[in-house]
């Protein structure tokens, strides 16, 4: 195990055992033997940034992925280190379910966060750009410019770049500016006085957004096939320019991320979308939480940027290269290399839609299953445009949690509340990053004639459910798509998800219901197969697994599997505990952050818990259980965590179709269990290692894509 991996072990461990849990009686008895959320999700961001040391991996994804590790980390102080600094203000000395305080987490995070970061910056500098540069993809610094490039890069900036750039000179008169969340800002010293006589000694310049944070040269200017410049280089080569007739001593980039949480004040005399429109301009200046400078900066400047955003020591990380490597995604895209790219590959579509595009007579014939990406998301949005066209439709009903901006399905709603068609689309506005594109779908369908509805206050609807009524023999029929991820064609080719078509008139039944109480009054109905969030899911699954349990005590065999993103909530894994106790096997696909020990003697030795990083990201939630040989199989929305259960709008269905249900367990679970290239196995202390070095290699994706696409 390298220096790297035993440090991240030892963390772990040391967490486990500094901090014994204080008694609360509202959590249930199992602190000590949880692994703490935020620990396991840096877990997570370190299994994405190991794809970029992967030699396996095609090298500009690896670029790709050093990028996304880089995203990753951005949302978890936007959000997660947020809201603990926010417990440390207020009260932080309340325990957690593990029995960490947000003070005792904070520390133990700051330091593995402080080694991530610069292990990323390590893999970019010594082993990603020399490697590139042996492909002929040079990333071209200021002390190798021959006289060409220094020319071209200098004409560059007086064309592009200085006209956009408006220095700020600090001084009673022009105090610090406001910071943009996430934006490159350069700390510039200075020396001498201006045309005014003032001799500020720093100026801070900001760089509009809209600049690429990396120039391609033409390739005869950069002497290789992809030469490629930092807008930051640029601008420390030409800071001069901005200051004429001063002395620049030096210039440092920096870059601030700040607190993304949106307030919602719920005794607001306002809609939800009016409050959403007053706060989301105010997200871009929420409280700092993280300071990212060069490397090279000195500590006074370190120390004086430190002060005006109020962090501490253990928030300000140093960086050896560009402040902001997620602006690097735009490099394997500017690439046209194949070879250092994965295969492009076409979806493919099940039998029942090969022939036959009359998507409502094709699902009378039997349930429909998408797996995506192997299979395309076109029947989805074919479903949608169909109903909008067909005379004998009359409404459409649909949630939304993330879309996109371009959404052809959202159009196709559009059109059909043109037609006169009843359309109803239940928008989730507080979809995290998403509010301003869902508040703009809201308006274009309320100004046709759909009826759109926030959800509940208070429950985040994530539930992915369409239905459409259709008049057929003098009757209207139901047909329903229910989903384990969004309504969205773009992350639809990224993320594994499921999607089912079914007229199956009690699962659609079921569907109806729900609509009906999302958009009104009352209490839910008595669903027959559906199991939904916050009422009968979380006590469904609870009884599942001790059904479980109680076979396996029996003397019957008993197994449960299930994957999911994340498994957290604490009387799930108390329940897991129990069953694995009395002998039941248990397996888990969690791809991000896990609190449940597996491989404990007594408690959780009949558990494996196993992560799966590859070119598509896990998405899918399936729940099986072996129940005495009936095999049940579930798919869902929801995630194993306390806010999915309890505080969203999320649905869980049966597979009843006995063929759909085998599909299910051969391309969603067992490909996944057999996975020893993307697959990460958890040990008892919360850590994960790779498998590897087997002599029968076999990815779950790449056999999906060989089977499917």
């Given at each position: 195990m390298?220096?790297?991996?035993?440090?991240?072990?030892?963390?772990?461990?040391?967490?486990?055992?500094a901090?014994?849990?204080?008694?609360?009686?509202?959590?249930p008895?199992?602190?000590?033997?949880?692994?703490?959320?935020?620990?396991?999700?840096?877990?997570?961001?370190?299994?994405?940034?190991?794809q970029?040391?992967?030699p396996?991996t095609?090298?500009?994804?690896?670029?790709?992925?050093?990028?996304?590790?880089?995203?990753?980390?951005?949302?978890?102080?936007?959000?997660?280190i947020?809201?603990?600094?926010e417990?440390?203000?207020?009260?932080?000395?309340?325990a957690d379910?593990?029995g960490l305080?947000?003070?005792?987490?904070?520390?133990?995070i700051?330091?593995r966060?402080?080694?991530?970061?610069?292990?990323?910056?390590?893999?970019?500098?010594?082993?990603?750009?020399p490697?590139?540069?042996?492909?002929?993809?040079?990333?071209?610094?200021?002390?190798?410019?021959?006289?060409?490039?220094?020319?071209w890069?200098?004409?560059?900036?007086?064309?592009?770049?200085l006209?956009?750039?408006?220095?700020?000179?600090?001084?009673?008169?022009?105090p610090f500016?406001?910071?943009?969340?996430?934006?490159?800002?350069?700390?510039?010293e200075?020396?001498?006085?201006?045309?005014?006589?003032?001799s500020?000694?720093?100026?801070?310049?900001q760089?509009?957004r809209?600049?690429?944070?990396?120039?391609?040269?033409?390739?005869?200017?950069?002497?290789?096939d992809?030469?490629?410049?930092?807008?930051?280089?640029?601008?420390?080569?030409?800071?001069?320019?901005l200051?004429?007739?001063?002395?620049?001593?030096?210039?440092?980039?920096?870059?601030?991320?700040?607190?993304?949480?949106?307030?919602?004040?719920?005794?607001?005399?306002?809609?939800?979308?009016?409050?959403?429109?007053?706060?989301?301009?105010?997200r871009?200046?929420?409280?700092?939480?993280?300071?990212?400078?060069a490397?090279n900066?000195?500590?006074?400047?370190?120390?004086f940027?430190?002060?005006?955003?109020?962090?501490?020591?253990?928030?300000?990380?140093?960086?050896?290269?560009?402040?902001?490597?997620?602006?690097?995604l735009?490099?394997?895209?500017?690439?046209?290399?194949?070879?250092?790219?994965?295969p492009?590959?076409?979806?493919?579509?099940p039998?029942?839609?090969?022939a036959?595009?009359?998507?409502?007579?094709?699902?009378r014939?039997?349930?429909?299953?998408?797996?995506?990406?192997?299979?395309?998301f076109?029947?989805?949005?074919?479903f949608?445009?169909?109903?909008?066209?067909?005379?004998?439709?009359?409404?459409?009903?649909?949630?939304?949690?993330?879309?996109?901006?371009?959404?052809?399905?959202?159009?196709a709603?559009?059109?059909a509340?043109?037609?006169?068609?009843?359309?109803?689309?239940?928008?989730?506005?507080?979809?995290?990053?998403?509010e301003?594109?869902?508040?703009?779908?809201?308006?274009?369908l309320?100004e046709?004639?759909?009826?759109?509805?926030?959800?509940?206050s208070?429950?985040?609807?994530?539930?992915?459910?369409?239905?459409?009524?259709?008049?057929?023999?003098?009757?209207?029929?139901?047909?329903?798509?229910?989903?384990t991820?969004?309504?969205?064609?773009?992350?639809?080719r990224?993320?594994?998800?499921?999607?089912?078509?079914?007229?199956?008139?009690?699962m659609?039944?079921?569907?109806?219901?729900i609509?009906?109480?999302?958009?009104?009054?009352?209490?839910?109905?008595?669903?027959a197969h559906?199991?939904?969030?916050?009422?009968?899911?979380?006590?469904?699954?609870?009884?599942?697994?001790?059904?479980?349990?109680?076979?396996?005590?029996?003397?019957?065999?008993?197994?449960?599997?299930?994957?999911?993103?994340?498994?957290?909530?604490?009387?799930?894994?108390?329940a897991?505990?129990?069953?694995?106790?009395?002998?039941?096997?248990?397996?888990?696909?969690?791809?991000?952050?896990?609190?449940?020990?597996?491989?404990?003697?007594?408690?959780?030795?009949?558990?494996?818990?196993?992560?799966?990083?590859?070119?598509?990201?896990?998405?899918?939630?399936?729940f099986?259980?072996?129940?005495?040989k009936?095999?049940?199989?579930?798919?869902?929305?929801?995630?194993?965590?306390?806010?999915?259960?309890?505080?969203?709008?999320?649905?869980?269905?049966?597979?009843?179709?006995p063929?759909?249900?085998?599909?299910?367990?051969?391309?969603?679970?067992?490909?996944?269990?057999?996975?020893?290239?993307?697959?990460?196995?958890?040990?008892?202390?919360?850590?994960?290692?790779?498998?590897?070095?087997?002599?029968?290699?076999?990815?779950a994706?790449n056999?999906?894509?060989?089977?499917?696409?």
């Amino acid at each position: 195990m390298s220096p790297f991996a035993e440090n991240a072990v030892s963390l772990t461990n040391n967490a486990a055992r500094a901090f014994k849990p204080a008694g609360n009686a509202d959590l249930p008895v199992v602190q000590e033997n949880v692994v703490n959320r935020e620990l396991s999700q840096l877990e997570f961001n370190r299994r994405v940034l190991a794809q970029a040391e992967d030699p396996d991996t095609p090298l500009l994804e690896r670029l790709r992925f050093l990028c996304i590790f880089s995203s990753n980390m951005d949302e978890f102080y936007e959000i997660r280190i947020a809201g603990l600094l926010e417990q440390i203000r207020g009260d932080g000395f309340v325990a957690d379910y593990d029995g960490l305080t947000a003070g005792q987490v904070h520390a133990l995070i700051s330091k593995r966060a402080h080694e991530l970061v610069a292990h990323q910056y390590h893999v970019f500098n010594d082993v990603l750009t020399p490697a590139l540069a042996a492909q002929g993809i040079r990333f071209l610094r200021r002390p190798s410019w021959t006289r060409s490039q220094a020319q071209w890069i200098k004409a560059y900036f007086f064309r592009e770049l200085l006209p956009l750039l408006t220095p700020i000179g600090l001084s009673p008169m022009h105090p610090f500016p406001r910071v943009l969340n996430k934006t490159l800002n350069f700390a510039v010293e200075l020396e001498g006085s201006d045309a005014f006589d003032r001799s500020s000694t720093a100026a801070i310049v900001q760089p509009p957004r809209a600049l690429p944070r990396v120039i391609l040269l033409p390739a005869e200017i950069a002497g290789c096939d992809y030469g490629f410049v930092f807008l930051s280089s640029i601008l420390h080569a030409h800071m001069g320019e901005l200051f004429p007739g001063m002395k620049v001593r030096g210039s440092y980039q920096f870059r601030v991320t700040r607190n993304s949480e949106l307030f919602i004040d719920e005794e607001e005399k306002k809609t939800l979308r009016e409050i959403l429109q007053g706060e989301l301009p105010h997200r871009s200046f929420g409280d700092a939480v993280r300071l990212e400078v060069a490397a090279n900066c000195p500590d006074a400047m370190k120390t004086f940027l430190q002060q005006q955003f109020s962090l501490a020591d253990a928030d300000v990380f140093p960086v050896n290269g560009p402040v902001n490597l997620v602006r690097l995604l735009q490099v394997p895209d500017s690439v046209e290399r194949a070879d250092l790219k994965y295969p492009v590959f076409r979806p493919g579509l099940p039998n029942a839609l090969f022939a036959q595009q009359d998507m409502f007579y094709a699902i009378r014939e039997g349930d429909i299953l998408l797996h995506h990406p192997y299979q395309s998301f076109a029947p989805v949005v074919r479903f949608i445009e169909q109903a909008a066209q067909d005379p004998d439709v009359v409404a459409i009903k649909q949630t939304v949690y993330r879309a996109g901006h371009d959404s052809a399905l959202l159009q196709a709603l559009i059109n059909a509340a043109r037609s006169g068609k009843e359309v109803t689309v239940i928008v989730e506005l507080l979809a995290r990053f998403d509010e301003e594109t869902n508040i703009n779908w809201a308006t274009q369908l309320e100004e046709v004639g759909a009826h759109v509805v926030y959800g509940v206050s208070g429950y985040k609807v994530h539930a992915k459910m369409a239905m459409v009524m259709r008049r057929e023999n003098g009757r209207i029929r139901r047909y329903a798509h229910l989903g384990t991820g969004n309504y969205h064609a773009q992350t639809a080719r990224l993320y594994t998800d499921f999607g089912l078509f079914t007229c199956d008139e009690k699962m659609t039944s079921d569907v109806a219901s729900i609509f009906n109480q999302l958009t009104g009054l009352g209490h839910p109905d008595k669903l027959a197969h559906l199991w939904q969030s916050p009422f009968t899911l979380h006590p469904a699954l609870m009884k599942a697994i001790r059904r479980e349990t109680e076979h396996a005590r029996g003397g019957r065999k008993a197994r449960i599997v299930a994957k999911v993103n994340a498994l957290l909530e604490t009387r799930i894994i108390e329940a897991l505990y129990e069953a694995s106790k009395a002998g039941v096997r248990i397996r888990l696909i969690v791809r991000g952050a896990c609190a449940l020990r597996p491989g404990i003697p007594g408690l959780s030795e009949n558990i494996e818990v196993r992560s799966i990083i590859g070119r598509f990201l896990e998405h899918t939630r399936v729940f099986y259980f072996h129940n005495n040989k009936a095999k049940d199989v579930y798919l869902s929305s929801a995630d194993w965590m306390h806010r999915n259960f309890f505080r969203r709008v999320e649905i869980c269905f049966p597979v009843l179709d006995p063929q759909i249900k085998k599909r299910i367990i051969a391309e969603g679970l067992k490909p996944y269990l057999k996975d020893n290239i993307g697959a990460w196995e958890m040990t008892p202390d919360g850590y994960y290692h790779r498998r590897h070095g087997h002599q029968h290699a076999y990815s779950a994706q790449n056999a999906l894509l060989d089977m499917l696409s």
